[in-house]
């Protein structure tokens, strides 16, 4: 990537660990740079929900990927590059005045974790944390950092809080973990302002973005492809200690999540104190209700495949959400299991053509 040059605004500044960081601090006689908002991850899923809803209100919206995939989302800025390329962040604070980070970005398969855990630590950590030591150049800059339920592990009390035990079961949510402690670690010393939203499920869709992992990974689009396809929907341990032996979750529509996303910027804009928050929709449904969901909409009832846990999953996480509802003044407003189902189910029929 090329960033133009110009040594009246150009700074270097020497890290502890040698590497060098060059930014821009541009005259006070310059214009005045366009305010934009900034999505790590920004081609995925929620990224795309989010660049979505700041588009329809109006915002400048700045991506950044390192994939080569399109975008759903019309008249956005695409940097491609990774969140931990210093020259990145030093192409958009060239062209942008930043009004707040919405760190997405991140690999997000369990199962993945487990098998190729220095994969995980190298992207969700070390990469963001070169992209911290640029963000904390010059005047802070707001982060809003998607971390995740794996946090918690096998909790002891469900509905969870945000106070119980940290004790991951997956590398993926050890690099959660770590990272909303350096994040906590980097607002003491360096007064970087930071919510971090640990999700639960986060499942239906927004506007004209659909939930298209590759691979796909999540629940809802595996569950609807094979029910659509005729094939049996897998469930992933049937031993649990729940009512149906099948694993609990939370699910939140990501409308609801886009949501929170944006009361949380707006926190931290009138002074919030950081700190992690759940967002979940604070009810359980299990993965065999899932299935009896989805044969209620689509109409078609297909048997349950039944195989053996995978490593990392606990039986039950459902979020105790009052600390949203208190700091952020959110409520779920979409997040029951008929609509998250109801979307997902939709969806899966548009990869046909069939919009019936």
């Given at each position: 990537?090329s960033v133009e040059s110009d040594k009246t605004t150009h700074t ?87 009004e707040v980070v919405y760190h997405c970005a991140g690999l997000i ?248």
């Amino acid at each position: 990537m090329s960033v133009e040059s110009d040594k009246t605004t150009h700074t270097s500044r020497s890290m502890p660990d040698g590497r060098t960081i060059h930014y821009y601090r541009r005259p006070s006689t310059a214009p005045a740079l366009p305010t934009a908002s900034i999505i790590t991850g920004g081609l995925g899923y929620i990224g795309q929900s989010l660049a979505y809803r700041l588009r329809a209100e109006g915002k400048t919206v700045v991506v950044v990927d390192v994939r080569e995939i399109p975008s759903q989302v019309p008249k956005i800025d695409v940097v491609r590059g990774s969140v931990g390329d210093l020259e990145v962040w030093e192409f958009i604070r060239a062209r942008y005045q930043i009004e707040v980070v919405y760190h997405c970005a991140g690999l997000i398969s369990v199962a993945e974790s487990v098998s190729d855990p220095a994969r995980y630590y190298q992207q969700n950590v070390s990469e963001a944390i070169h992209m911290l030591d640029h963000l904390r150049l010059g005047t802070p800059i707001p982060l809003v950092f998607s971390s995740s339920a794996g946090v918690y592990g096998n909790p002891e009390t469900v509905p969870i809080p945000e106070t119980a035990k940290k004790e991951p079961l997956s590398p993926y949510g050890t690099t959660k973990r770590q990272f909303e402690q350096i994040l906590d670690d980097y607002y003491r010393a360096y007064q970087m302002p930071y919510v971090a939203l640990r999700y639960f499920n986060a499942a239906g869709h927004l506007g004209t973005v659909r939930e298209r992992h590759q691979p796909e990974t999540h629940v809802l689009p595996l569950m609807a492809t094979a029910i659509r396809q005729g094939r049996q929907p897998v469930v992933y341990g049937h031993d649990y200690d729940t009512p149906d032996g099948s694993a609990i979750r939370d699910y939140i529509h990501v409308a609801d999540l886009v949501d929170a996303h944006l009361r949380a910027a707006g926190y931290l804009a009138t002074g919030g104190t950081p700190m992690p928050i759940n967002l979940g929709s604070g009810k359980g449904t299990s993965v065999l209700e899932l299935i009896h969901t989805f044969s209620r909409i689509s109409g078609n009832a297909v048997p349950p495949q039944l195989t053996d846990r995978r490593a990392g999953d606990p039986p039950r996480l459902v979020a105790d959400i009052d600390q949203a509802k208190l700091l952020l003044k959110w409520e779920p407003r979409h997040s029951n299991i008929e609509a998250v189902v109801s979307d997902a189910w939709q969806a899966s029929q548009e990869e046909d053509g069939d919009h019936a």
